[in-house]
């Protein structure tokens, strides 16, 4: 029998409520579900909200009762922001969060470098905003409370799992014992210690690298922006590198490396927490100002990834997929893409309108992204933390040779979580225009987001299936190209056409775009009119033209489908 507790976290800043648990006595029996997701972490509670966007419903099981432990993810990107916009949370977040752009380093006290990540005035949302993730947790668990397409179930811990072709038997257990579900498609995103991926003997492939941090949250009154404070070398912790970040309600993270030899046990008694945290205050200015704890941890950087997040009818996404050091704000930030993924490729064939190559691209691109994501975390993990006397030793010389050499202070610049480009997607179209493109975004790329009003920008305007962005003077959408979309639509396609317009609304779109001074044209390199692209169902771009005509559209929508191609 399952038991999550029922006793709320502690908390100096949030209210953890405790739900009532699922109870299958209190529901009649269970038909075979389409879509079951084994967790309620970031990664599975996207996933639900894409699929239902998709029109998909999806059962989440979630073993415990309460949001996770602790803040967690703190930091979410500015492309995360467009995802959870999708998803209808992004406004939350904005509302409550800590927005900020830039970053110092030090090293033994001198600051070296202040980055400063980049802002287009055309973007909806800042580079980063800062909020813990119990918030984040909280409002995507209201989106899929208000989703009738999402059946939540508190307290259902999945135990055992079967593969039997076409689906998936999966126990589940709860607090009044287990019962049998089936399903057509099980995701597992049930985090980093994934029992899922350990039923099925799931290997990760990559690097653990040695060492140990601490994360302690503090409430601190620091009068200091919210900026990031990088600290290599300092006075109170030589060699080693510390990381503060300023979240909501007074809260202060303080990440701070532990020297070789020391356990995770030594290192969170109160005593070491104390003189640590007191240490760094007062290397910070502030010795003595008063503090007190609210959640602490330790963690070692793992890069590690599945080389295939599909394994039979069981999907692996988010930290049960891979497991990414946190510098550079990579986990939480990473699931977003994998679950926005996941939900179009995964409703398409649930839907009939692809087969298994659909899937099987989901993973290649995923797993493509994640072994992007932990090649640059691989380089900003050795840079934090050395591995071995060579990289301390190339580590170091750029250290001290930034106390006085301007060139070198680029260095410290590690790179933060960014949108994997799905440059060489099978679903790109490989006879299109893209080549001839001077600008805008391209084969693979999410979208150039553009500000048409104070509060409205073009990805507002995207519609959640494929959109096609015509670009065009002329009065009417040319009738062929009607007949391509009128015939997706009727295979089942979601398709939207924008047509965007120097002039008149145009005829056959669905909606027009004023761009009257050609704003929108020139991020998207159009150089002319007749130049359109086609955007995949999570907006990244899989065809553009200069010129468009009624076959190549047909051509960009069957590639787009994976309907070319073998099927194994
Ligand atoms: C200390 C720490 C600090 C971090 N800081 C950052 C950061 O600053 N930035 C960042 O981007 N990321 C950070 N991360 C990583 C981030 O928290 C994760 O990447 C993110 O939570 C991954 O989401 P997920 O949904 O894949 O997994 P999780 O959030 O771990 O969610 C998994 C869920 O599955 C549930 N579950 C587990 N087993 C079962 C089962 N058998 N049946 C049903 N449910 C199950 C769990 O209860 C949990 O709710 C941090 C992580 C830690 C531990």
Redesign the pocket.
């Known amino acids: 029998m399952h038991h999550p507790t029922t006793e709320a976290r502690a908390s100096i800043y949030y209210d953890y409520r405790v739900f009532e648990p699922w109870l299958p006595s209190k529901h009649p029996p269970q038909d075979r579900q389409k879509v079951l997701i084994?967790?309620?972490?970031?990664?599975?509670m996207v996933t639900a909200l894409e699929l239902a966007r998709h029109g998909v419903p999806s059962v989440v099981?979630?073993?415990?009762l309460q949001v996770?432990q602790?803040s967690?993810?703190?930091?979410f990107t500015r492309r995360s922001m467009e995802i959870l916009q999708q998803v209808g949370v992004a406004h939350r977040i904005t509302e409550n969060g800590l927005p900020w752009r830039f970053g110092n380093s030090y090293y033994r006290g001198q600051k070296v470098f202040r980055m400063e990540a980049p802002h287009d005035p055309d973007d909806r949302f800042v580079p980063m905003i800062n909020i813990q993730?119990q918030y984040l947790e909280e409002y995507l668990i209201d989106a899929c409370g208000a989703s009738p397409l999402v059946d939540f179930r508190w307290g259902?811990?999945?135990v055992a799992v079967e593969q039997r072709g076409d689906h998936a038997v999966v126990q589940v257990d709860t607090p009044e014992g287990p019962y049998t579900l089936q399903a057509e498609w099980l995701v597992a995103?049930?985090?980093?210690r994934s029992?899922?991926r350990a039923m099925l003997g799931g290997k990760l492939e990559g690097a653990a690298y040695e060492g140990f941090f601490v994360?302690a949250d503090i409430r601190v009154d620091l009068p200091l922006p919210t900026e990031r404070r990088a600290y290599f070398d300092p006075e109170w912790n030589p060699g080693n590198t510390v990381l503060m970040h300023r979240e909501p309600h007074g809260i202060w993270r303080v990440d701070y490396q532990l020297p070789p030899g020391e356990t995770p046990a030594e290192a969170l008694k109160p005593a070491a927490l104390k003189a640590r945290i007191d240490a760094q205050l007062a290397m910070i200015g502030h010795a003595g100002a008063p503090w007190e704890m609210d959640w602490c941890?330790v963690?070692s950087a793992r890069t590690l990834t599945l080389p295939d997040y599909v394994m039979g009818r069981v999907i692996f996404t988010?930290?049960?997929a891979h497991l990414l050091p946190?510098f550079g704000?990579?986990?939480?930030?990473t699931?977003f893409q994998d679950a926005q993924s996941l939900g179009w490729h995964l409703a398409f064939v649930l839907q009939g309108l692809a087969d298994a190559r659909l899937l099987a691209n989901h993973s290649a691109e995923r797993v493509g992204a994640a072994r992007e994501i932990i090649d640059e975390a691989g380089k900003s993990t050795r840079f934090m933390a050395p591995p071995s006397r060579g990289f301390r030793l190339l580590r170091d010389a750029v250290l001290s040779l930034s106390l006085t050499e301007e060139f070198v202070r680029p260095l410290y610049h590690w790179r933060t979580s960014r949108p994997h480009a799905y440059t060489r997607s099978m679903l790109n179209s490989p006879d299109d225009d893209n080549a001839l493109f001077t600008t805008g975004p391209a084969h693979g790329a999410p979208p150039q987001n553009v500000r048409l009003a104070p509060d409205d920008h073009l990805l507002d305007h995207l519609g959640g299936g494929f959109d096609l962005l015509v670009f065009t003077a002329a009065d009417a959408v040319p009738a062929p190209l009607l007949a391509v979309v009128a015939q997706a639509r009727g295979r089942g396609v979601p398709l939207k056409l924008i047509a965007v317009s120097p002039g008149r609304p145009v005829a056959g779109a669905d909606q027009t775009l004023a761009d009257a001074e050609g704003h929108i044209r020139a991020r998207y390199g159009v150089p002319s009119s007749g130049g359109a692209y086609l955007l995949r169902p999570d907006q990244h771009v899989c065809a553009r033209w200069l010129r468009l005509d009624a076959t190549r559209l047909q051509t960009a929508l069957d590639t787009a489908l994976a309907q070319q191609g073998p099927t194994s």
């Open positions: 084994a967790g309620a972490g970031p990664a599975g099981l979630e073993s415990e996770s602790g967690r993810a703190i930091v993730q259902n811990k999945v995103a049930d985090g980093g029992e899922i994360i941890s963690y988010g930290d049960a946190i704000v990579r986990g939480a930030n699931a």
